[in-house]
């Protein structure tokens, strides 16, 4: 089996900072792309932002410049910096990672999410 676990989230008022980060353990046998995704109340599930192995980083438009991606892929742990927040960056942020397993077949898997709570 495997597992994605967040933490990070919470409760910070508008200009405030949080640092979510996710680790995935298991049966992994390598993973390609994390990413973070997020899903404000009556609203899709978005993307905020991927990275890949090598470090390649992907971004909403909504979120450059103030959320900043990375990985350490030892750790198997994906991180989400989040500065200048917004009340409209509020929402549950779910996890992402894109892997092989040690099955070698190639899986999607999603954490549980993390609320994040933006205060005007």
């Known amino acids: 089996q495997v597992q994605l676990v967040e933490s990070g989230g919470g409760l910070v008022q508008a200009g405030g900072s949080l640092r979510l980060s996710c680790a995935a353990s298991?049966?992994?046998?390598?993973?390609?792309?994390m990413g973070w995704y997020r899903q404000a109340p009556r609203k899709q599930r978005e993307l905020v932002a991927t990275i890949t192995t090598g470090g390649s980083t992907n971004y909403a438009d909504s979120v450059k410049g103030r959320f900043t991606i990375s990985r350490d892929n030892a750790k198997n742990t994906v991180y989400l910096q989040m500065n200048s927040l917004k009340p409209e960056d509020t929402g549950v942020y779910y996890c992402?990672?894109?892997?092989?397993?040690?099955?070698?077949?190639?899986?999607?898997?999603w954490g549980q999410g993390t609320q994040v709570t933006v205060s005007s």
């Open positions: 992402n990672a894109d892997m092989i397993r040690t099955s070698m077949r190639r899986s999607n898997y």
């Open positions: 298991g049966s992994i046998y390598s993973i390609n792309a």
